[in-house]
T-cell receptor, first 109, second 116 residues
Framework: KNEVEQSPQNLTAQEGEFITINCSYS?????LHWLQQHPGGGIVSLFMLSSGKKKHGRLIATINIQEKHSSLHITASHPRDSAVYIC???????????FGTGTRLTIIP | NAGVTQTPKFRILKIGQSMTLQCTQDMNHNYMYWYRQDPGMGLKLIYYSVGAGITDKGEVPNGYNVSRSTTEDFPLRLELAAPSQTSVYFCASSHPKETSINSPLHFGNGTRLTVT
């Protein structure tokens, strides 16, 4: 079993819909990252969380440490949000990150 | 700042050839990483470095070597290319704050390598 599980693997939605992508992990962590990989391949760091909630524009990330679960929400989705969203966790006492396999999001105009 | 710069963007190698993937960053980051990304798989750590002169193996180091002679540069060397090394390679770095272990990552644009 992977230490980091993302769901769904693929998500297609209409423009304007509210999007939720989930990430579950099985070990104690010091931080969780959400990354966005564009169709061209570049990877951008969206959020880093160790507790609570963060918001940037239309993106919201939450984490529940007790339940070992994080969600990434996108409000008023737009075709330019189409990308692969990747969750990664940093294990306690470790400089390395463990990555999920990503959620491919497609927003249809 | 240019951020993290990787070269080349694409490369085709024959089995047994060698090459170096270049990575440089201009943000004075202590931590640098090399990952590979295979289709349908999460990013896997090849090697990482917490500062100049210090390198350590990640999850999948076999067939690769690295060096970190300066803070800016972290080249990845493939000595005897094999088809299993066909992948997309990403270099990343993170900020040298006191809590840098929990700092956001900055990625290069990737190198698509094919070994035939």
């Amino acid at each position: 079993k992977n230490e980091v599980e993302q769901s769904p693997q693929n998500l297609t939605a209409q423009e304007g819909e509210f999007i939720t992508i989930n990430c579950s992990y099985s070990v104690g962590i010091s931080a969780l990252h959400w990354l966005q990989q564009h169709p061209g391949g570049g990877i951008v760091s969206l959020f880093m969380l160790s507790s609570g909630k963060k918001k940037h524009g239309r993106l919201i990330a939450t984490i529940n440490i007790q339940e070992k679960h994080s969600s990434l929400h996108i409000t008023a989705s737009h075709p330019r949000d189409s990308a692969v969203y990747i969750c990664a966790v940093r294990l306690r006492g470790n400089e390395k990150l463990t990555f999920g396999t990503g959620t491919r999001l497609t927003i249809i105009p | 700042n240019a951020g993290v710069t990787q070269t080349p963007k694409f490369r085709i190698l024959k089995i047994g050839q060698s090459m170096t993937l270049q990575c440089t960053q201009d943000m004075n980051h202590n931590y640098m990483y090399w990952y590979r990304q295979d289709p349908g798989m999460g990013l896997k750590l090849i090697y990482y470095s917490v500062g100049a002169g210090i390198t350590d193996k990640g999850e999948v180091p076999n067939g690769y070597n690295v060096s970190r002679s300066t803070t800016e540069d972290f080249p990845l060397r493939l000595e005897l290319a094999a088809p299993s090394q066909t992948s997309v390679y990403f270099c990343a770095s993170s900020h040298p704050k006191e809590t840098s272990i929990n700092s956001p990552l900055h990625f290069g644009n990737g190198t698509r390598l094919t070994v035939t």
